[in-house]
C-alpha cells in the first residue's frame, strides 16, 4: 500500500504577547507534499492563519471548521492546518498570525512525504477540550488500501516527557517546545485503515491536546489505457480528433500544454491548453483534443502532453504526461490517387 515519510519538523515558541510567530529554521519542500501546522496560543480565544513566506507561490494553510469545537479549548486557542499540495521550496519558512495578540504562542510545521502520487483528501480532525488525554479524530472513511496517518499536539502543566500513542501503538514525537510543555507526535499507519475514528493516549497531559488525520486517498498515477489515432496508426483521416482514454474520468489541471508536432516538417502545429474549450472530458475516462486545422496528407505526427495537464476526478492524482516521440504518433493518410481534372 501507498505511504507517508515524515521529512522534517520546524517550530517556534514565545510566552510573550504578540500576533505574529516564524518557526525556527526551514523546511525543503518537493512539489506535493503534504503539510499540517499546529498554531496554539492562550489569554482569550482568536483567530489564526499560518502561511509560507518563502518560494511561489506563498501557501495558505486551510484550517478546516470541524465541529464540535475548532480549537483544542475553549478558552483558549489551538488548530490543526495543512497544505494539501505543496509547492517546491529548498528554504520553506513559515508564518503564524493572530487576529489579536495572544502569549502562550506555540507553532509547529511538520512535513509529510507521500511515497507515490499525493494527499487528495485531508480527512478528519477533532479538539478535545481541557484535560481530556483520549481524543479521537473524528470520522475517517477509507477505500481499499489507502494510507493514513495521525498527528497529535498536547501540553502539559509542568516540564515533563511523556510516551504517547496513537491507535495503540507508540508515537513518534519530531520536536517541541522548551521544557517539553507543548509537544508533537504522528504515526504512520503500515496497515489498512478501516472506516472509523484513530484515537490518541497521551498519557501525561494534563492541560488540553488535538488530534488530526490525514490520508492518501488512492495515490495510482494515472496513465492511458488507449489513443485514438491508434500509436503508430497510418491512413488517418486529416479531419481526426485526438482522443485518449483513461480508466476512470479525468480533468484538467491547470493551463499547460497538449502539444501535436508535425515530424514531416519538424514543427509545432499547435498548442492546445488542456483547460481550453477545445478540450472534453468524458465521464467514460476519454479526453477528446479538437484540432484548429487538418492534419497534412501523407505528413506524420506525434503528440506531447505536459506533466500534471490533467488529473482524474477522483483523487486528483496528476497525470505524468507525455515527453517523447514514440509514445503516441500516427501517419495522416496518403492520397493515393490523382486528383480528379488531372491528366498526365
Not at 98 to 106: E, S
Not at 304 to 333: K, P, R, Y
Request: charged letters at 10%; glycine letters at 10%.
Amino acid at each position: 500500500m501507498p505511504s507517508f515519510s515524515h521529512i522534517a519538523t520546524v517550530g517556534n515558541w514565545d510566552n510573550a504577547s504578540g500576533t505574529t510567530l516564524d518557526t525556527s529554521g526551514s523546511l525543503n519542500v518537493a512539489a506535493h507534499d503534504l503539510l499540517v501546522a499546529v498554531s496554539k496560543w492562550e489569554s482569550g480565544d482568536t483567530t489564526t492563519s499560518v502561511q509560507k513566506n518563502s518560494g511561489s507561490p506563498a501557501n495558505v494553510f486551510d484550517f478546516p471548521n470541524i465541529s464540535p469545537d475548532t480549537h483544542f479549548y475553549s478558552a483558549f486557542g489551538g488548530e490543526f492546518g495543512y497544505v494539501l499540495d505543496a509547492a517546491a521550496d529548498a528554504t520553506a519558512t513559515f508564518r503564524q498570525t493572530m487576529a489579536a495578540a495572544r502569549d502562550g504562542r506555540r507553532f509547529f510545521v511538520m512535513q509529510f512525504r507521500p511515497t507515490s502520487g499525493y494527499v487528495a483528501v485531508y480527512d478528519a480532525a477533532h479538539c478535545a477540550r481541557g484535560t481530556s488525554a483520549a481524543p479521537n479524530s473524528g470520522n475517517i472513511s477509507t477505500t481499499g488500501n489507502d494510507a493514513v496517518a495521525i498527528g497529535a499536539y498536547g501540553e502539559f502543566s509542568s516540564n515533563t516527557t511523556s510516551s504517547e500513542q496513537i491507535n495503540g501503538v507508540a508515537a513518534t514525537e519530531p520536536t517541541n517546545s522548551p521544557q517539553d510543555q507543548a509537544s508533537v507526535w504522528y504515526r504512520i499507519l503500515t496497515s489498512t485503515f478501516t472506516n472509523g475514528a484513530a484515537s490518541a493516549t497521551l498519557a501525561n497531559i494534563d492541560w488540553w491536546c488535538g488530534i488530526s488525520a490525514f490520508k492518501l486517498a488512492s495515490t495510482a498515477a494515472p496513465d492511458p489505457v488507449g489513443f485514438w489515432p491508434p500509436d503508430n496508426g497510418t491512413d488517418v483521416g486529416p479531419g481526426v480528433d485526438l482522443i485518449l482514454f483513461f480508466a476512470g474520468q479525468m480533468q484538467s489541471s491547470g493551463s499547460r500544454n497538449i502539444v501535436l508536432k508535425d515530424d514531416t516538417l519538424g514543427t509545432t502545429v499547435q498548442p492546445i491548453a488542456s483547460n481550453s474549450g477545445s478540450v472534453t472530458y468524458g465521464a467514460d475516462g476519454s479526453v477528446r483534443i479538437v484540432l484548429a486545422s487538418p492534419l497534412v496528407m501523407g505528413h506524420s505526427y506525434h503528440v506531447e502532453v505536459d506533466a500534471d495537464a490533467m488529473q482524474l476526478v477522483s483523487n486528483s492524482s496528476n497525470w505524468a504526461g507525455i515527453s517523447n516521440s514514440t509514445t503516441w504518433n500516427f501517419t495522416a493518410l496518403f492520397q493515393t490517387s490523382a486528383p480528379r481534372g488531372w491528366w498526365g
